[in-house]
């Protein structure tokens, strides 16, 4: 089981560097899609503060499995529950912090 589990962390932290790499020139990417340089500028701010959480979420899951095969499932409940907590604390910071007003 665990070597199972060591393979999806390191494929998955593998598959996730070129999309890293890709996040420099997401504020390019979007004013080529034709997007507003200030929006754009905006946009790429949350996809590379969100991209950290993606990361978080597919290392969580693997260990959510292992931890569901085992029978321990209130550790997949405290981390859904951490992260829901981590969410509501972000969002106002995001939003009122750093005046995106969204």
Known sequence: MGAYKNRMLIVASVLFLPFTISLQFVDHIFV??????????????FVRI???GVYLYIQTSCYQNIAISMGKTHYVLFSTVGASILHW?????????LDWKM
């Open 32 to 45: 080529a899609m034709g997007v507003d340089k200030l929006v754009a500028e905006q946009a790429a701010i």
């Open 50 to 52: 969100a991209s950290i």
């Open 89 to 97: 604390v972000l969002c106002p910071i995001l939003v009122i912090k």
